[in-house]
């Protein structure tokens, strides 16, 4: 493409990824939607001797994406480092040091809000400035986003001929055609999605200022994607709204076009986008358990076949992270399914429980999941903990047997506002369920001694990092409450 002597106009950017460590460099991309053709100058990053020329990776209505990818040196201290472009704009980002300990903030929920036609008063805003405070004095290192980043609902809600879609009976909405039409309605309101959320002035700042790791889960594509019926899940229509929102997901969450996905997308092979990062002798193994979903499997056989492949690659590290989506290692809710299945009005409640890891439809890949995390530990001395979002409640549960420990964290919702009342009092009640699931394992969800409760139902998010004594921090920030929740592994 012919550069053109102009300004280019920012509509969004940059987005921070991080892709990877390699010996004394921390690997990242920058992603930049400009309004038009101009060609973005080089980026200029401290530490780097060379400009960082720009690659063109798609157009969509004369908005062109365009990404800049970067290693940076690691001193033996965290450093703080600037990029930007010559007479411009520039951000500043914290890199560790070659012998530090990564610090990592987890987030869920980010980008909800409620349905149109809810009635639902607008939520307040998402804890952006909340969580660039504590950036202030924390220095994270890497913001990893475990699903909800932009409301798949309303982005379905914003396409007219989707919307009539739905208004159809089901005998005709099985067999009706995703047309050219409802793909371009659908793929505008994703693109128009993240540019109007993600370029809110605190959610701009974080973005730029802290290197993404991002995952979906199914408010990523449309609510309680993998638990509809059959006959919606594999009309031809949904298929397409996966899709559009697969296209959308790989070029905003990932900053790349989805047939050429980056090398830390461990399972390309399976066209999944399953994520695998080492961090010294931390890893983190980010599962994609939304692309092969269906109310009957979470995984394929083929991606259950890859999965101790993935694992060994991290054979040497201490601590592993495993993202879930869904929570792992919660009570069962098969039973609180079946009885909601038989009261009218409750098909929704009945649909989201089915969703679980811990639901009936799910018991053995469950089970078939617990065994092969456990003997990974088991085999190789590394200690496994589960981040999952915390379907709407943050906190902790455990695994305990043969001769290891796994350990749940729970992430509470960033921008949604959790339960209250008697939803609230479910999940306090369900968490006090202690059980023995396998044999020979016994699950439990701790209370919180500060509390005395055994979850957090405020928004808010959590932070990890590794201590001096190797072992990993939680700590979880409420909303309004400044009580140090926290537990070390």
């Not at 609902?153 to 009539?164: K, N, R, W």
């Not at 209370?447 to 957090?456: D, L, N, V, Y």
Request: proline share 7%; glycine share 10%; charged share 25%.
């Amino acid at each position: 493409m012919a550069r053109k002597r102009a300004e280019p106009s920012i509509l969004l950017g940059p987005i921070l990824y991080f892709r990877g460590e390699q010996r004394d460099r921390w690997w990242l991309s920058a992603l930049f939607i400009l309004d038009g053709e101009v060609e973005p100058d080089d980026l200029r990053v401290e530490g780097v001797t060379l400009p960082v020329p720009p690659r063109h990776v798609t157009v969509w209505r004369r908005r062109h994406v365009w990404r800049f990818d970067f290693a940076v040196p690691r001193g033996v201290q965290d450093t703080d480092l600037a990029y930007g472009f010559p007479d411009g704009p520039s951000w500043s980002i914290v890199v560790p040091g070659r012998f530090a300990h990564p610090r990592v903030a987890f987030v869920c929920g980010a980008g909800m809000t409620p349905s149109p036609d809810s009635g639902a008063s607008p939520l307040p805003a998402a804890l952006w400035p909340d969580l660039l405070r504590q950036h202030e004095s924390d220095r994270y290192h890497l913001l990893v986003q475990g699903g909800g980043q932009i409301d798949g609902e309303a982005v379905l809600a914003a396409s007219p001929l989707l919307a009539a879609w739905r208004g159809e009976p089901s005998g005709a909405r099985a067999a009706h055609p995703f047309s050219p039409a409802m793909a371009e309605e659908l793929m505008n309101a994703g693109f128009d999605r993240y540019l109007n959320q993600w370029g809110q002035a605190k959610a701009a700042e974080t973005l730029a200022r802290i290197p993404s790791i991002m995952m979906w889960d199914d408010a990523d594509i449309a609510d309680g994607w993998g638990a509809t019926a059959d006959s919606e899940a594999t009309s031809k229509v949904m298929r397409g709204v996966f899709m559009a929102a697969r296209r959308n997901y790989a070029l905003f969450q990932l900053g790349a076009l989805i047939e050429a996905p980056p090398d830390c997308v461990w399972g390309a092979a399976r066209s999944t986008m399953t994520q695998g990062f080492h961090l010294g002798d931390l890893g983190l193994l980010a599962l994609d358990l939304r692309s092969e979903r269906s109310r009957r499997r979470v995984l394929s056989d083929r991606s259950w076949a890859l999965l101790p492949g993935w694992l060994d690659r991290f054979e040497g590290s201490r601590h592993l992270i495993v993202m879930t989506g869904t929570p792992l290692l919660i009570p069962a809710t098969a039973g609180i399914e079946s009885l909601t299945g038989w009261i009218p009005g409750l098909s929704a409640l009945t649909r989201r429980l089915s969703d679980q890891w811990r639901s009936r439809s799910h018991v053995a890949e469950w089970a078939r999941l617990i065994e092969t995390l456990t003997d990974f530990s088991r085999r190789t001395g590394c200690r496994i903990t589960i981040l999952s979002n915390g379907s709407g409640v943050a906190g902790r549960g455990v695994l305990r047997g043969g001769g290891v420990e796994l350990w749940q964290l729970l992430g509470a919702p960033m921008a949604a506002p959790a339960p209250t009342g008697l939803r609230r009092r479910a999940s306090e009640r369900l968490a006090a369920h202690s059980e023995e699931p396998l044999p020979g394992y016994r699950l439990d969800m701790p209370k919180f001694p500060e509390s005395g409760r055994r979850t957090i139902a405020k928004r808010g998010w959590l932070s990890l990092a590794v201590d001096d004594k190797g072992q990993l921090r939680a700590r979880w920030f409420a909303e309004g409450d400044a009580t140090r929740y926290s537990q070390a592994i």
